[in-house]
Each structure stands twice: as C-alpha cells, then as structure tokens.
C-alpha cells in the first residue's frame, strides 16, 4: 500500500493490486494483508491456500471491491455443448436442487439415471469440465456417453493413457496423482461414486482442485468409517436424495425380497462351534464389547502386539468363513435354479473360493478380481445376449460396471455393509414392462451371519423368512 499527496495536500491511497497465481495445487496470493483462508508462507514471501478455497478467495475479494489480478486459471477452448436429453421429474428435481449453488452430492438408487443427470449439469454449465470414476469400465462407459450426446472428443486420465480435453474422464488413482498438474485446468469437478472421494489420499483430489463447481453422483453416500461427513467440506454436502421405494414399479422395476435360513452340516457346526468359542471367550476374558466398527478396528490394531488377539481373530474369521460358504447353501442355490431356470440371474458371493465352487458346481460362469478383461467382457456380452442366463461374482460387478438386466439376485455371502446390499439389489431393478425382480438371501442358522444380515439395512426392507 502507497501513500501520496495531491496539490490541495490531500492524502490518497493507492493499494497494491492482489495478484493470484496456481502453484502446485495451491493458490498464492501476493497481498499486503492476510486473506480467509489464507496462511503465510515464509519460502516465498507470500500467502498461500488450497485451490479448495479458490472460489471463496474471489467471493471475498469482489464483495470487498479490492483489485485484484487472476492468474489462476490455465482453461482449454470450451465448444458450445449441446444436448436434448429428456429427464424425469425426480432427475429434474435432483439437478434444480443441486443449480442453487452447484455443490453437493445427489443420492439416487442405482438404475436411477445418475449418469443422465451428471452430462445434463455438464451441458448446462457448458465449461471445461473433469468427470473422475473409481473403475476403468466406467471410465470408458462415461467416454462413450459423452462422446455420444455431445460429439465431441472426451480426453482420458488413467493408467493407460492421458489425454486431455475441455471434457476429461479420469479414474480417482489417476486423478489423485494427477492433482497438482490438472488442478486448474476445469472449472467443473463430478464425481461419479462419490463415497470414495473421503479415502484417504482421494481428498486430495478436491482440495487440490481450483474448480467451484462441484457434483457428487451416489447411490450409497453414508460410509460406516462416517468419513462420508468429509463431502461437506470437499464437495458441499447432501442437497438431495431419493429412495428405492418412490422409484419402484414406475422407473425401476417393483421388487421382492426372499431370506433362504440353511442349517450347517454336522462336520461344519462343530468347526464353527470350535472357533466361535475361541474368540467369544477371548472377548470374554478381557472384557471386550465389540458394539460399534470403531471397536472391532481397535481389536484389529491390537492383535498387531497381543498374540491372544491375533489368534482370537483368526478363529474369528475361520468359523465366519464357514458360515459364509456351507454346502448347504449350494443345496438351497440349486433349488433357486431350479425354480427360475431361464430367468438371468446374478449369483454375489463374499469369497472367491465359493464362487469357482459354484461355477465348477453347476457350469456357470465365473467373475472375480482375477478374471481377465477380455474373459470378463465375453461374459457380460453372452449375459447380455441370453447365451448365459447366470453369472456368479465376489464383488466384482457391485459397482462401476454397466451389467446387464437380471431379474433375479441371489446373495450366498456378504457382509454387514447396507452399501453392498443396495448395489446387489440394484443390479435386479432395471425396468421391464411385467417385469417382478427378486433378491434372495441365503443365511446359515444360529451363527454370526444372521446378525451381519440384520445389519444390512436398506430400503428394500428385511424380505420374508422361508426354510
């Protein structure tokens, strides 16, 4: 800040123009005062904060009426986009809610067109725009349909190749990595799956990122770590969300759920018996309560220096496992076959070594983690086409991939996580005129996994029990 004095004596002030520049995910200030958010730093004799509060920063300065310079931005040329995508009232009312301030999250059950309501906002914001998705499938699906509503080429950020345009898909690992390059590049951030932005290292993503406009597409936003409390900060929140129960039989199919109870046989209820003693009698003698995820974490971090509590856990983990994948479950498996033979039906299972059991079983084909690309593609086409009318997964298929329809679910084994539940269902719930999906649990009697399937809780409800 300058002074000066004009003939009549009168002092003017003349301040020094703020200057902001981008640097390696943060924004530096050149200003004689601290800003909001700001911190000094002596490296370089300036200020400096996260490109998180770029937008803040601006909001400031203007509302203030202080000159300033930006330097920030570093845009590619941005074509007019152009889309005639019709949306449905409830898609409507999701991307209304969200143009209030361009922030937060939508929650929409999967199959309720997330992805229709994330190029609609790109298109109406018509600025460079980066689409960041956990999987490379879905990587390539967002791709195909950007490409395909506004003809244009899409850039990709992962792995395989990096290739930037107004419109980047990019995975969140590449994307993470990528941060401190790309950050000022877009001026809009969406977030497919966002529940995985709060991970850590993933934060970084939002807070090295400059753009002020910000969406998040989930099906599934609480985590059981609560880091999901995290996207208030990063993103904005939850500014909408909607249920199963409201979209079935409209625009997702109407649905039942069925509970199968199977008992162990005699070999597997004394193996179970044998390591579930071990490990209540463990939590017994040390007077552990495991109520809540934090204090099984805490059992966790223990046994890394109690040899009690790694074996307790071990045999912890040795009886759920048998409960997870009894024979009878296959016995009851063959009779869910039986009963909707030519129905195509997804098999979710929580290991892999039930799953290549099923497939050897009963000639289906098999997805895991270690199913090649090519192999895993043939088998989603055939599945697609009818040649296969079941396929049997760990996991694989629960999100970020564009399955086909199934009317039928079957869970053999999961966890307690009400996220998976509701991905496993909406794998079913694709509308079909007629169409009635339904999901079967399959659950070993008088063990632990009746109580991980009372914790999946969701919107489908708890189905019937049947023996």
Request: charged residues 25%; contains cysteine.
């Amino acid at each position: 800040m300058h002074t000066k004095k004009n003939d009549h004596g009168v002092i003017k002030i003349k301040r020094d123009i703020i200057t902001l520049s981008y640097e390696h995910g943060t924004i530096v200030i050149n200003s004689n005062f601290k800003l909001p958010h700001t911190v000094w730093d002596t490296r370089v004799g300036c200020y400096r904060c996260s490109s998180l509060f770029y937008k803040d920063v601006l909001e400031y300065l203007n509302l203030s009426g202080l000159d300033y310079v930006d330097n920030v931005l570093d845009l590619l040329p941005m074509p007019n986009l152009a889309c005639n995508l019709a949306l449905r009232d409830y898609q409507k009312d999701a991307i209304a809610k969200w143009l209030q301030t361009k922030s937060g999250a939508l929650v929409l059950p999967t199959g309720a067109g997330k992805t229709v309501i994330g190029i609609k906002a790109i298109s109406m914001l018509n600025v460079p725009a980066l689409v960041v998705v956990p999987t490379l499938e879905l990587l390539k699906q967002w791709k195909n349909e950007l490409e395909q509503k506004f003809g244009i080429e899409v850039g990709t950020y992962s792995g395989e190749k990096h290739i930037l345009g107004p419109i980047t898909v990019s995975t969140y690992d590449t994307a993470y990595l990528r941060a401190e390059e790309l950050g000022n590049k877009f001026l809009f951030l969406l977030f497919d799956e966002v529940h995985h932005l709060p991970s850590p290292g993933y934060t970084s993503i939002a807070e090295l990122f400059v753009a002020p406009y910000r969406l998040g597409l989930t099906a599934t936003y609480e985590r059981e770590d609560g880091r999901h409390e995290e996207l208030e900060r990063l993103i904005g929140g939850k500014v909408y969300e909607i249920g199963l129960e409201k979209l079935k039989g409209k625009h997702l199919a109407e649905y039942k759920t069925k509970r199968i109870v199977t008992d162990l046989t005699v070999a597997e209820r004394s193996e179970y018996e044998k390591y579930h003693d071990i490990f209540t009698d463990f939590l017994k003698s040390r007077k552990i309560i495991l109520k809540t995820p934090k204090n099984f974490r805490l059992l966790v971090m223990r046994s890394g220096r109690d040899a009690s509590a790694r074996a307790a856990l071990l045999a912890r983990n040795r009886a759920r496992r048998i409960a997870l994948n009894s024979n009878s479950k296959l016995h009851a498996l063959s009779r869910i076959l039986d009963n909707h033979f030519g129905e195509q039906m997804i098999i979710f299972t929580e290991h892999n070594s039930l799953v290549y059991a099923i497939s050897r079983e009963f000639l289906i084909p098999a997805i895991t983690h270690t199913t090649q690309k090519e192999e895993r593609a043939e088998i989603m086409d055939k599945f697609r086409a009818g040649k296969y009318n079941a396929i049997v997964t760990s996991k694989v298929l629960e999100e970020g991939i564009d399955v086909p329809d199934a009317s039928v679910g079957v869970i053999l084994s999961g966890s307690g996580s009400k996220r998976e539940y509701k991905q496993r269902l909406g794998r079913i719930l694709r509308k079909k005129e007629g169409k009635l999906a339904i999901l079967y649990e399959i659950i070993s009697k008088k063990t632990t996994e009746v109580g991980i399937a009372q914790r999946r809780k969701s919107e489908a409800g708890k189905g019937t029990p049947s023996k």
